[in-house]
């Protein structure tokens, strides 16, 4: 898949930067701006270009059917959001289990504008002792990357600035869905 990825990347103009330190074994790939559904094939080439064994959510009746094993085969872990326990504590536990574990997950929390974005990935990173990558999909520069890893310190309102301010300036597919 690698090859192909490359490939697209190639005859669509796209860039892929950065990667993950190797002394990184777990962490969550915060990836913003979402703002269509090609976040999520341009995010998942960037993944198979630098060979990052990356997983993402999907709620478990998207796994119903035919395309079940196909979610799987891509990284996709189904997420029981009825549970009477905590989403948060269930992800956390999946990071005890697995390593090497990296996690896609997107803070809006869908492709529509949302005036805040869901703060369960910083509760997860904090929980699991686990870095965050502040990864993103730039359509301007058509680019597709990862900055440096992001430690949370537990001071939400210190560390979203610094989160914020990675994300400044960065180009959505539909700018006008993308809020910081």
Not at 96 to 116: H, Q, Y
Not at 135 to 163: Q, R
Request: positive net charge.
């Amino acid at each position: 898949m690698r090859i192909i990825a490359k490939f697209i990347y190639f005859i669509f103009g796209w860039k892929a930067l950065g990667s993950v330190p190797d002394n990184i074994t777990k962490a969550i790939f915060l990836v913003a701006p979402h703002t269509s559904n090609l976040d999520f094939y341009i995010g998942r080439f960037y993944c198979w270009i630098n060979k990052i064994p990356v997983k993402v959510l999907i709620k478990k009746e998207a796994f119903n059917g035919p395309l079940g094993s196909l979610l799987e085969k891509v990284g996709g872990i189904p997420i029981d959001r009825g549970r009477a326990t905590s989403k948060v504590l269930q992800i956390v536990e999946l990071f005890k289990k697995n390593d090497p574990m990296f996690l896609t997950i997107a803070p809006e929390g869908t492709r529509k504008l949302t005036k805040k974005w869901k703060m369960g990935f910083y509760h997860i990173a904090v929980e699991a002792n686990i870095p965050i990558l502040l990864s993103y999909i730039d359509y301007e520069k058509k680019i597709a990357g990862v900055g440096p890893p992001f430690y949370p310190t537990g001071d939400v309102e210190k560390d979203f600035k610094e989160i914020e301010d990675f994300y400044r300036g960065i180009k959505a597919r539909h700018p006008e869905q993308f809020n910081l």
